[in-house]
């Protein structure tokens, strides 16, 4: 048996959106069951992300630490920005939230890995890029607004950022995936055998 998530859509019997918000709405969908019976099923419509593992020279990847008001903390992740265009190009994204969050540019990229965050409660897609041979922006800096205004950076080495993710200290999914798949990739075929940058994306599809 081949271990692989294939594509499937069970019936709806009907639809309908109680709530639209700015970036994100909820949708109610009467399914199917296998045994014939329908069931209700609220989930958030959400565009995708993407998000980035910025790895320097020194073999530190580039963090920040941001206020997340449903959790009520502060955060460490790695830069990350949703897909606001439909059918946006995903790395074309990923370099504009590394500018936009870090003023930084890298010359190398590739796909470390896509997961369905919550994908029980929420369709949200997000691609994490690795990103190497990194450099400082130039022109000025992006401005930040709201959450983005109270912003800190660091460049935290791999190990550390292993061992914090294990020790329960960093809760972020973005950055405990990313940075565990950097480890399972440099353990396996190393980081050059990963995706290229623009690999196909089912769940968001886009134009190269």
């Known amino acids: 048996m081949t271990i692989k998530d294939t594509p499937e859509a069970w019936e709806i019997r ?11 709405s909820v949708r109610t969908d009467e399914v199917v069951m296998p045994g014939g019976s329908v069931v209700s099923r609220d989930y958030q419509v959400h565009p995708g992300s993407v998000a980035v593992v910025a790895l320097d020279g020194e073999d530190r990847v580039l963090l920040i ?48 890995t896509d997961v369905y965050t919550t994908a029980g409660g929420c369709d ?5 890029f690795l990103a190497r041979d990194l450099s400082e922006a130039e022109g000025q800096r992006f401005e930040v607004e709201d959450e983005e205004a109270d912003m800190e950076h660091a460049r935290v080495p791999v190990d550390e950022l292993v061992r914090g993710v294990l020790a329960g200290e960093l809760h972020n999914n973005c950055l405990v995936v990313g940075v565990l798949s950097l480890v399972a990739a440099r353990g396996g ?6 995706r290229p940058a623009e690999a196909p994306w089912p769940a968001r599809p886009f134009e190269s």
Do not use: C
Request: aromatic content about 8%; charged content about 30%.
């Open 14 to 24: 009907s639809t309908e959106t109680p709530f639209v918000g700015n970036k994100t």
């Open 65 to 112: 630490k941001q206020y997340r008001h449903p959790v009520r903390q502060k955060l460490w992740e790695i830069p990350a920005g949703l897909l606001d265009v439909p059918g946006e190009n995903p790395l074309h994204a990923a370099q504009r939230e590394l500018y936009e969050e870090a003023h930084v540019k890298a010359e190398d990229w590739r796909v470390l």
């Open 124 to 128: 949200e897609a997000v691609r994490i």
């Open 189 to 194: 075929d190393g980081l050059d055998a990963l």
